[in-house]
Structures are given as structure tokens and as C-alpha cells.
């Protein structure tokens, strides 16, 4: 592209984490031309270090904010159905804790989590019986009685690439390592410019701009479009630590801790158990967001509460830590701050959307809340489409999102593996799961194993790394190891060098 000849769009939308894809999507699906920039990878801050979850928000009822938690119900299953290889059904034990909430008042709230949206694939919740149960196995044997109810899980950066990659394929042009320097509106346009890695600038005439910069999005209307910023925000640092594998049964936990914070053990990644989160103000660097020990420590002594075999620090292989920008409110802690968002909008010409706030389980809601506000002023009045539509690889039986992609998943991978035989099952589980019906994109044209080129890793293959780097906007190791995948958790470091090696060889 030449430098000096401006990229024109309807639509520049500056963060590449789960709103700005969102976003992105959306607006590309109703015929908007976008451009969507990041200054890092996809996903490489907030959007990827959540827990995780596609959830309701149990605790948040007892901040009585049922809208959000019934908005997000709602999500759950419309998310769980439009991306069932990134994301499925997880039952959650929470075991009772004499000495803190009682029985009933717990028991009452999963009733009203059950009832106050529709359910089609999730089961309702109940009371169990902890000597009996499986969960109960590596729980203290105070822990008797407990309650167990549905919630989902999702690959969160994997998420935020599905939603580029669809809005990519509906016309969008998708920027990673590409930051917006400035942004001024000028009549009815923005005239912003992007600077690339290597330091080129890319002119973009848009006639709107949507700010999803997520917790830098007071800093970018400071400092590159000069506006003053509508609201204002808390950094909250989440932290989540790895461990080797606590529990070999399908459930996860939700604890209570004595100090009114609720934290999770989830299976993860088959062979570990993740551990968080940690919800503490924050006011450090938003490039360099890192653990510390209280931390490690906080979580270690949090399921020493409840485990029979306590965690050390030591015990730790893996951990990640973001920063969630949420809406400033009256709060004192932390954990009690509103997950709900806000869109600001600004002027009815050259229109200034900016994001504030959010969760991953209500992205798809906020996308559409906030195309349907700033489409309108570019005179687009195409309606919503994304509840009825499947993210790239979500379509196993069909382009319509159907409930027995979810729950008929495992057959499917079944025949995946049966399909391609030459390849270890293994192998083709984990292809199913990162990329649903891609797999047949990704192995196209290939019917051995020396079709896939160079073996980088156990299960690793060059033409994994071709796929994610043609498709998938991976340009290092760090975006194939831990955000396109997780395996580097999985790949011994020694096996490692040649797939950190192998990104820079092929440019």
C-alpha cells in the first residue's frame, strides 16, 4: 500500500480485543466497510486473560444486578451454539461453607440463576451430596454438602480471532501491531493514521470511529483524538495461576473465600487445573501486567481451604494476569465494581463511539447494541444478524447455530477422526476444538503425514503454523503457543525452539 494514498472505510475501529472484533463483525455483516486496528496481537491483553467463562455472573446477584446477570443468561446458550468447537457446557460444584453464606440463601440464588432466563441445553441446578459425589473426592472431609449448576467455557482468544476472522470475511481489513497515532475529525470524517511495526503510516479517511481500546480507551481519546474522555474507569488486575492437575472428574469448583470473593478451579487444557481470579486495583504499566506473590500467595491459601492437598507457590508452571477497564461506580472493593458497559457516543457527523466496560459472555450484545447506535448516523439500516449466526468453524451441522452442535460435539470429532485416519486422534481432537470445521481448510489438500510438512513439536506441524499465520494473523511464537493455542504449556521447552524459530524463518 502506498503510505500517502488514505484507506477510506465507514468504520475505524481501534482495539483488537473481544469488543473491537465484535464490533468489527458485526458492522461488516451489515455492509459496513471497516478497518480494525490493534497495536498487538489479537487478543493479546485483557481479551485473553479472563477465566474464561461463559456465565451469568452468579455472585452478581447478590449486588441485585439482575439485568446484567439475565443479559448475560441469555448469552450463554446463543454463544455455546454459534461456536460449540471453542466453547461448551461445564458444570460448576460449589461445595457450602458453614461459616459463610447459609444453605437456603444459596439454594435460593441458583433458582433465580435458573429461572431467569430460558435454557435449551444447560441443565438446571440442585444439592449434592459431597461424600458421595465424585467432586467431593479431593475436597476436605468437612466439605459434606454442596450445590452444583451450569455455566460454559470458552478459548477467549480464540473468540476474539473467530470474530476478526469473520468480519475479515465479510470485507473488513483486519491491522495487528498497527497503532492509531491520531484520530481528528475533520467535517463529516476521521482522518486517523495507523503506524505499522516497521514503522510506515497508513492514512485512513473513516466517517465513523469506534474506541474499543478496552483500558486504554481514556488514554486514546486524550492523546490521539484529543477528546476529553466521557467516563471514567477502574483498572482491576485479574490474576490466574496454572497447576498440574488437582481433580481427574469433569467438574470445576466455585469457592468462597472469607473475604467475599469467589474463586474458580477449572480443568484446563486436560492435563492442569487454572486456578483465579484475584481482583485488585491496579495503577501500574497496562503493557506489563504480571502476578506478584501476594497473589500466588492469596490463591494457593484460598484452595488450601478446600482441597485436601494444599498448593505451593512451587506448584505453579503457568501464569497470566490482565487488566479489566470497568465502569467507575460507588464501590470500595474490587470484586463488587459492575462488569455491566456503557457506549458513549459522540456527535451525530463523524461519529465518536466509545466502549467503556464489559464482559466476554455479553460481547456479542454490546457489538450489536453499539452498530445499531452508530450505523444509523452513516445511514446503514441493515438489521442484527449475529444471535442467528455461527463464528468460523462453528457451523458443524449446517450455517444455522443448532443446539446438537453442542451437544453432539464429540460425535462429530469421532468422525473427524475416522475422516482423516492418518493423523493421531489426538491430534484431530485438538484441530476439532481450535478450529470446528476449518480442520477441513486446514488440512486441504494433504493426506499424510508428510503433507504436513516439518514437525516442529509432538502434534505440532508446519502446516498448522501455514494456517495460522495466512489465516489466523499469527506473526510469532507467543501468538501461536499461547493465544492461537496453549501449547506451550504442553511442549517441553527444549521442543520448543524450532516453533519459536520457525515464524521468523518464513518471513
Same mark, same amino acid.
Given at each position: 500500500?502506498? @503510505? ?16 473491537? +472484533? ?71 460444584? =460449589? ?9 437456603? =440463601? ?9 429461572? !431467569? ?32 449448576? @451450569? ?37 463529516? #470524517? ?6 505499522? +511495526?516497521?514503522?510506515? $503510516? ?32 477502574? !483498572? ?42 484475584? $481482583? ?59 462488569? $455491566? ?72 470429532? #469421532? ?36 503433507? =504436513? ?21 499469527? @506473526? ?13 504449556? #504442553?511442549?517441553?521447552?527444549? =521442543? ?12
Amino acid at each position: 500500500m502506498n @503510505s500517502s494514498t488514505p484507506l477510506h472505510c465507514d468504520l475505524l475501529i481501534v482495539g483488537g480485543g473481544i469488543n473491537g +472484533a465484535g464490533i468489527a463483525r458485526d458492522a461488516a455483516g451489515r455492509g459496513l466497510s471497516v478497518v480494525l486496528c490493534d497495536k498487538d496481537d489479537l487478543a493479546a491483553h485483557t481479551s485473553s486473560a479472563s477465566t474464561k467463562l461463559i456465565h451469568g455472573g452468579l455472585r452478581y446477584l447478590e449486588h441485585y444486578e439482575f439485568g446484567l446477570v439475565r443479559k448475560a443468561l441469555i448469552e450463554r446458550e446463543v454463544l455455546l451454539r454459534s461456536a460449540p468447537h471453542i466453547m461448551w457446557p461445564m458444570r460448576f460444584v =460449589m461445595p457450602h461453607d458453614k461459616g459463610q453464606r447459609p444453605a437456603w =440463601m444459596i439454594r435460593a440464588g441458583m433458582l433465580v440463576y435458573d429461572y !431467569l432466563a430460558k435454557r435449551e441445553i444447560l441443565p438446571g441446578s440442585g444439592s449434592i451430596d459431597l461424600r458421595l459425589h465424585a467432586a467431593g473426592e479431593p475436597l476436605k472431609p468437612e466439605f459434606t454438602k454442596g450445590f452444583i449448576y @451450569s455455566d460454559g467455557w470458552v478459548d477467549d482468544a480464540r473468540l476474539v480471532v473467530l470474530n476478526a476472522m469473520d468480519a475479515a470475511e465479510k470485507g473488513a481489513k483486519v491491522f495487528t501491531h498497527t497503532i492509531c497515532t491520531s484520530a481528528l475529525r475533520e467535517g463529516d #470524517h476521521w482522518h486517523a493514521t495507523l503506524r505499522t +511495526a516497521n514503522g510506515s $503510516d497508513i492514512p485512513v479517511h473513516a466517517r465513523g470511529l469506534v474506541n474499543a481500546a478496552g483500558p486504554w480507551a481514556a488514554q486514546f481519546l486524550q492523546q490521539a483524538a484529543h477528546r476529553p474522555s466521557a467516563k471514567s474507569l477502574r !483498572l482491576i488486575k485479574g490474576s490466574h495461576i496454572v497447576v498440574k492437575k488437582l481433580f481427574d472428574h469433569p467438574y470445576a469448583y466455585i469457592f468462597q473465600n472469607p473475604d467475599g470473593r469467589i474463586v474458580f478451579a477449572i480443568d484446563y487444557e486436560q492435563d492442569f487445573t487454572l486456578v483465579g481470579t484475584t $481482583d485488585i486495583e491496579y495503577a501500574g504499566d497496562t503493557d506489563n501486567v504480571a502476578i506478584d506473590q501476594d497473589e500466588i500467595d492469596y490463591l494457593c491459601n484460598l484452595t488450601a481451604r478446600y482441597f485436601r492437598k494444599p498448593l505451593t507457590p512451587s506448584d505453579v508452571v503457568w501464569a497470566y494476569s490482565g487488566v479489566r477497564p470497568l465502569l467507575e461506580d460507588a464501590s470500595s472493593n474490587a470484586s463488587e465494581i459492575t462488569r $455491566d458497559y456503557n457506549l458513549a457516543m459522540d456527535g451525530d457527523t463523524a461519529p465518536l463511539l466509545s466502549v467503556f466496560g464489559g464482559k466476554i459472555t455479553t460481547f456479542r450484545k454490546l457489538a450489536e447494541e453499539a452498530v445499531e447506535m452508530i450505523a444509523p448516523r452513516l445511514g446503514n439500516h441493515q438489521g442484527a444478524w449475529t444471535a442467528d449466526a455461527c463464528l468460523p468453524g462453528g457451523d458443524l451441522f449446517g450455517s444455522t447455530p443448532q443446539n446438537r452442535s453442542v451437544l453432539e460435539f464429540d460425535a462429530y470429532v #469421532h468422525g473427524l477422526q475416522k475422516q482423516y485416519a492418518w493423523l493421531a486422534p489426538k491430534v484431530i481432537s485438538r484441530y476439532a476444538r481450535a478450529y470446528g470445521t476449518r480442520i477441513h481448510q486446514l488440512l486441504d489438500g494433504r493426506g499424510s503425514l508428510e503433507d =504436513m510438512g516439518e514437525p516442529l513439536a509432538a502434534g505440532l506441524y508446519a502446516a498448522e503454523l501455514e494456517y495460522l499465520m495466512n489465516f489466523e494473523w499469527a @506473526s510469532s511464537s507467543a501468538d501461536i503457543l499461547w493465544r492461537r493455542s496453549k501449547l506451550g504449556l #504442553h511442549v517441553p521447552p527444549e =521442543m520448543c525452539c524450532s516453533a519459536l524459530r520457525w515464524p521468523a524463518r518464513q518471513r
